[in-house]
């Protein structure tokens, strides 16, 4: 069925480095994508969201790039801090009108001092 | 600011214990939804509603049941607590459709 899924289950990095965690998503009526950040014992937390009529967006420290031709999804994260070491999840809406989100399974990001 | 609200934090329900997940918010908010997340998975939506007075399923809707009498609260509840339902469950909500939604900070259920 139509799902949402991540390259890589987990990413190490340097303290200072710029991390880039990705996503595929297989239903091309999705107009709606977010990232989360989901720390331990947390909820997810809103980083950055991105419509289908845009291929990128900037926000505080984090890019959101969207690739529709081979519905692909990415984080880019700039000097990744320790604060910066979480779950995240990338989440499309299908399409649908509620706000209903399919979620990916996830990116362990692990940032090294 | 508040935000959504769940509560218990933690339980303990053994096998076949009904029990209640409280949710509210505080932003006016009118579409509310229940999703569970099992270890090491993302969030699979449970129930959703997009106004008082207004429920539907979601993609696991089995084994649980909803209402939405304000716009505020939107209770979780499990009548026959099986094993398959120990996961951890978030309350979120939205202003709008395809608007920013927000996550409680979760309830950790144990079925034994």
């Known amino acids: 069925g139509e799902s949402v899924g991540l390259h890589l289950p987990t990413l190490s990095v340097q303290e200072g480095d710029n991390s880039i965690i990705n996503c595929a998503y297989s239903n091309s009526a999705s107009d709606y994508f977010i990232w989360y950040k989901q720390e331990s014992g947390k909820g997810p937390q809103f980083i950055i969201d991105i419509r289908s009529n845009m291929d990128k967006r900037q926000g505080q420290r984090v890019t959101v790039l969207l690739n529709k031709t081979v519905k692909h999804l990415s984080l880019q994260i700039a000097a990744t801090q320790p604060g910066d070491s979480a779950v995240y999840f990338c989440?499309?809406?299908?399409?649908?009108?509620?706000?209903?989100?399919?979620f990916g399974q996830g990116t362990i990001l692990t940032v090294h001092p | 600011n508040a935000g959504v609200t769940q509560t218990p934090k933690f339980r303990i329900l053994k096998i076949g214990q009904s029990m209640t997940l409280q949710c509210t918010q505080d932003m006016n908010h009118n579409y509310m939804y229940w999703y569970r997340q099992d270890p090491g998975m993302g969030l699979k939506l449970i129930y959703y509603s997009v106004g008082a007075g207004i429920t539907d399923k979601g993609e696991v809707p089995n084994g649980y049941n909803v209402s939405r009498s304000t716009t505020e609260d939107f209770p979780l509840r499990l009548e026959l607590a099986a094993p398959s339902q120990t996961s951890v469950y978030f309350c979120?909500?939205?202003?709008?459709?395809?608007?920013?939604?927000?996550f409680g900070e979760g309830s950790w259920l144990t079925v034994v």
């Open positions: 989440a499309e809406n299908g399409g649908t009108s509620y706000g209903k989100l399919t």
């Open positions: 979120a909500s939205s202003r709008i459709s395809g608007n920013t939604i927000y």
